[in-house]
């Protein structure tokens, strides 16, 4: 991701929960929209820090009035999904830029199911 783009975490009426601004140095800051959330300005270290954080928020595809959805400027065009399970693998490599193999990489140790 370029510096100054986003990915937004936005619950079911499209209000934006959760921000993952990209800074100039390849770190994101986190903004919430609550700001009394505990993740408000946290610095994540890289694209690898914001799929964690962007994973803890899904949930099965079932309990749709709970699901967020994510979005974002993908490399090349916009990207919106949902964040259930069975995580969008391709979704993620085009919302934060990175090959599928690398986010397949990623979440080869999380015990969720993956979409091909």
């Not at 986003?6 to 994101?28: E, H, S, W």
């Not at 954080?53 to 090349?76: D, H, N, S």
């Not at 693998?89 to 193999?101: H, K």
Request: net charge negative.
């Amino acid at each position: 991701m370029k510096c100054g783009q986003a990915v937004f975490a936005k619950n079911t009426y499209g209000a934006v929960v959760l921000r993952f601004i990209g800074q100039c140095d390849g770190r994101f800051i986190v903004v919430a929209s609550n700001v009394a959330d505990h993740r408000n300005g946290y610095m994540l270290p890289d694209w690898r820090a914001v799929l964690r954080e962007l994973v803890g928020l899904c949930v099965p595809a079932k309990l749709a009035e709970q699901t967020l959805t994510a979005e974002g400027a993908g490399i090349p065009e916009w990207v919106c999904f949902p964040l259930t399970y069975p995580l969008a693998v391709s979704g993620f490599a085009r919302l934060l830029g990175v090959p599928a193999d690398d986010v397949r990489e990623q979440l080869s140790d999380l015990a969720v199911p993956l979409e091909v």
